[in-house]
């Protein structure tokens, strides 16, 4: 099964950024859709981006044009470069494969890794 270690998050004040990272455990990452999810305290996980296997990209409306979604597979790498953060962007964020199911992006398996943690205060 594929594995992921999520890397890059910290404190960060209303405004500023921040550059997530996903590294994954196994080449053969390439071939699937990544996407970049985020739970915060008392709600559900939601999803925040994706990123296919040919590079095409789609966001959360919350997020559009804020955030950019990019992949490296040589560095077996999916990056969430965050800019004008707002306070409600905090959450854990964690990052697995997907796939389109009933013609909406869900994750392959219930596989979640650490995740890491953002938190925009001032």
């Known amino acids: 099964q594929l594995q992921f270690v999520e890397s890059g998050g910290g404190l960060v004040q209303p405004g500023g950024s921040r550059r997530l990272a996903c590294t994954a455990s196994?080449?053969?990452?390439?071939?699937?859709?990544i996407a970049w999810y985020r739970q915060a305290p008392g709600k559900v996980r939601e999803l925040v981006a994706v990123?296919?296997?040919?590079?095409?990209?789609n966001y959360a409306d919350t997020v559009k044009g804020r955030f950019t979604i990019s992949r490296e597979n040589a560095k077996k790498t999916v990056s969430l470069q965050m800019n004008s953060l707002k306070p409600e962007d905090t959450a854990v964020y964690y990052c697995?494969?997907?796939?389109?199911?009933?013609?909406?992006?869900?994750?392959?398996?219930?596989?979640w890794g650490q995740g890491t943690q953002v938190t925009v205060s001032s």
């Open positions: 990123v296919t296997a040919n590079s095409s990209t």
């Open positions: 697995t494969t997907v796939h389109i199911r009933d013609n909406e992006w869900s994750p392959r398996n219930d596989y």
């Open positions: 196994r080449s053969v990452f390439s071939i699937y859709a």
